[in-house]
């Protein structure tokens, strides 16, 4: 991609990141190419679809999600380290509000733009988790899959206004069920 298309595309990259953030998955692309300060065509040029614009944003954050894991695993005991991923992947399905449903369609979709990214992200909270359960930190009665499902389940609270105040409680809830003793962070 030359210098300046590339230019443009992270642009048009993080204006679409600040407008799903404020009007999630339903943001408008008139409203991204006019923040961004481009003709609507620009956008469609790069993002032809609101769909494909959400995989780019998504497959992003996924994989820095991954890498992040590896850190968490680096500095922390077993248990923190799979809080803190939980804590990553509850805020970022917060930063991509009602994108829930595209990632765990994504996850059941091997020809899915955001499949492998899904894919990866899963195996790294499975992975923090096996190692917490290896440790005696963790439930050994839960996998991966469950993990995802006990995050989306939170992602869908946090849209919803009525229980959006709740879902930190919630979280210390559900970290609280999945460790053997009591998260550190």
């Not at 210098?3 to 009007?23: I, S």
């Not at 481009?38 to 890498?67: M, N, Q, W």
């Not at 829930?100 to 733009?113: F, V, W, Y």
Request: include cysteine; hydrophobic fraction near 50%.
């Amino acid at each position: 991609m030359r210098a300046d298309a590339q230019k443009n595309y992270d642009h048009l990259l993080e204006t679409g990141r600040e407008v799903v953030a404020e009007q999630g998955a339903e943001a408008s692309m008139r409203e991204v190419a006019r923040r961004a300060g481009v003709g609507i065509g620009t956008l469609y040029r790069h993002f032809p679809t609101r769909e494909a614009l959400l995989e780019a944003l998504l497959r992003e954050s996924f994989d820095a999600l991954t890498a992040k894991a590896g850190a968490f695993e680096a500095l922390a005991s077993s248990g923190d380290a799979l809080v803190s991923w939980l804590r990553e992947m509850v805020a970022l399905t917060h930063s991509h509000r009602g994108v829930i449903a595209a990632m765990t369609a994504a996850i059941a979709e091997p020809d899915s733009a955001l499949h492998a990214s899904c894919v990866s992200m899963r195996a790294s909270g499975a992975h923090l988790l096996a190692r917490a359960q290896a440790d005696g930190e963790a439930r050994t009665d839960i996998d991966g899959t469950d993990l995802l499902a006990l995050v989306s389940a939170l992602a869908w609270l946090n849209d919803q206004p009525p229980f959006a105040a709740r879902v930190d409680r919630l979280f210390g809830i559900i970290a609280s069920a999945i460790l053997v003793q009591p998260p550190r962070t």
